[in-house]
């Protein structure tokens, strides 16, 4: 993954409790290993494990930069000779981030994007989806319903679920094992359409 011409975009998605996080920062701690140049942000709204850390459900945790708008990405590490940027948490800078990791990737930045590919009610979780459509690399993980025991491609929100749209992050969407459980396809609640 050493820096050339052009970057390269790995997506890592999936529901809530999948080792989206836990995915990333193995990936991170390669390159490290391998001497590269890697930071690694996540959104300033995730706060659940302190400030400048990226933490997965597992307990495996890494330094992070937290960042509260897309647009900031770009400049944040300008003049400098990234290889690797890492963003945990990307669902919740919203389009914008879409554009911000293009400018990355035409710096030769390789971009590490882990991020929720849907909504707590099953709906695709922008802009997670349309990096996936042009990413060099996309792993999509399950969890494991926790009705069931099957693979869980959803989470469902189990506790307080009257706090909004789910596709506009808001602070009250973040949470954990207390709000969210991960369901399979059989036990998800797909929203009615009107």
Not at 144 to 171: E, L, M, N, Y
Request: proline share 5%; aromatic share 6%.
């Amino acid at each position: 993954m050493r820096r050339s011409d052009a970057g390269r975009l790995e997506v890592i998605a999936g529901p809530m409790f999948s080792g989206k996080s836990e995915e990333l920062l193995r990936r991170v701690r390669r390159a490290k290993l391998a001497g590269l140049d890697v930071e690694v942000v996540n959104h300033a709204m995730d706060a659940r494990y302190g400030e400048g850390s990226v933490s997965s459900h597992a307990g495996l945790s890494i330094s992070s930069i937290p960042v509260s708008e897309a647009s900031d990405l770009a400049g944040l590490f300008e003049g400098r000779e990234l290889d690797i940027l890492a963003i945990d948490e990307a669902q919740f800078f919203g389009p914008g981030l879409i554009p911000a990791v293009d400018s990355l990737l035409a710096r030769g930045i390789t971009v590490l994007v882990a991020g929720l590919c849907v909504t707590y009610d099953a709906r695709p979780f922008e802009p997670i989806p349309s990096l996936m459509a042009v990413a060099e690399e996309v792993v999509k993980l399950t969890a494991v319903c926790t009705v069931c025991g099957a693979d869980a491609a959803f989470h469902q929100r189990v506790h307080d679920p009257g706090v909004g749209d789910s596709r506009v992050p808001v602070a009250a969407h973040v949470g954990g094992v207390e709000t969210y459980e991960a369901r399979c396809r059989r036990h998800v609640e797909f929203p009615t359409t009107a």
